[in-house]
C-alpha cells in the first residue's frame, strides 16, 4: 500500500525566503508528526498533531515555524525568513496507534 | 546527561561478524523502546521494539535493562545488507513523544 510520501523531495532556497513542506500520511492514520534531521544529529521533534486535538507543538525551533493539517490528513510544514541554520532534511511520519512511526523520505532543505 | 546516547561509530566489521551497539537513557521513567534501521539517505525504519525479557527477530537480539537504563542490540552472522545506522529510541515521559539517538553506523565488508 501507498506509504507517507513528502514534497519536493529537495528544496534550495535563499535566505529570507518562506517555504512550504507537503506531507501525505498513510490513509487514515490519525497521529502526525513533523522532524528535523541535521547531518550528523538525531531527529527533532518539531510538532505532533492527533487527530482533531490541538497540535503539540513544543518541538518548534521558533516562531518562523508553524504546520498545519487540513482536514485530519495532509499537513504543511511552513518555514518564514528562512535561516542557513535550517537546511536539514525534514521528515514526516504518520501512525495509527501504538508507538511505531512511519516516516516519508523526507524534504531535503538547503538554505543559501 | 543527554536523553538518549549511543556510540556514533563507526563500526566496521567482516561479513559473518558478531556486533553489539549499547544505548543509555536518562529518563527512568521511559517504558517503551526501540531500535530503528536507517540507510543511508533514506528514513528511519522501524527494525524491532525492545521487551523488558529480552527478544529476538532472526539474526538480532535487543535486550533492556531498566535498572541500569540500557538497551542494547547484537547482530549476527553480518551481512553486507545490514550496513546502516541504528537508532536507539526511548519513550519520553508522558504522551507518545519518542526521543532519538543519534544513532551508530555499521558498516559490513566483505
Known amino acids: 500500500g501507498a506509504g507517507v510520501s513528502q514534497s519536493p523531495s529537495n528544496k534550495v532556497t535563499e535566505k529570507g525566503k518562506d517555504v512550504e513542506l507537503r506531507c501525505d500520511p498513510i490513509?487514515?492514520?490519525?497521529?502526525l508528526y513533523w522532524y528535523r534531521q541535521s547531518l550528523g544529529q538525531g531527529l527533532e521533534f518539531l510538532i505532533y498533531?492527533?487527530?482533531?486535538?490541538?497540535?503539540?507543538k513544543s518541538g518548534l525551533p521558533s516562531d518562523r515555524f508553524s504546520a498545519e493539517r487540513t482536514g485530519g490528513s495532509v499537513s504543511t510544514l511552513t518555514i518564514q525568513r528562512t535561516q542557513q541554520e535550517d537546511s536539514a532534511v525534514y521528515l514526516c511520519?504518520?501512525?495509527?496507534?501504538?508507538?511505531?512511526?512511519?516516516f516519508g523520505p523526507g524534504t531535503r532543505l538547503t538554505v543559501l | 546527561r543527554k536523553e538518549v546516547e549511543q556510540d556514533p561509530g563507526p563500526f566496521n566489521v567482516p561479513e559473518g561478524a558478531t556486533v553489539a551497539f549499547n544505548c543509555t537513557y536518562s529518563?527512568?521513567?521511559?517504558?517503551?523502546f526501540f531500535w530503528y534501521r536507517q540507510d543511508c539517505r533514506k528514513e528511519p525504519k522501524l527494525l524491532m521494539s525492545?521487551?523488558?525479557s529480552g527478544n529476538e527477530d532472526g539474526r538480532f537480539t535487543a535486550q533492556l535493562n531498566r535498572a541500569s537504563q540500557y538497551i542494547s542490540l547484537l547482530i549476527r552472522d553480518s551481512k553486507l545488507s545490514d550496513s546502516a545506522t541504528y537508532l536507539c529510541?526511548?519513550?519520553?515521559?508522558?504522551?507518545?513523544?519518542?526521543?532519538f539517538g543519534k544513532g551508530t553506523t555499521l558498516s559490513v565488508s566483505s
Open positions: 490513509s487514515g492514520h490519525t497521529a
Open positions: 525492545v521487551y523488558s
Open positions: 529510541v526511548v519513550s519520553a515521559q508522558a504522551g507518545t513523544a519518542l526521543i
Open positions: 498533531f492527533q487527530g482533531n486535538s490541538a497540535p503539540d
Open positions: 511520519a504518520s501512525s495509527l496507534t501504538g508507538w511505531e512511526r512511519f
Open positions: 529518563n527512568s521513567a521511559s517504558q517503551s
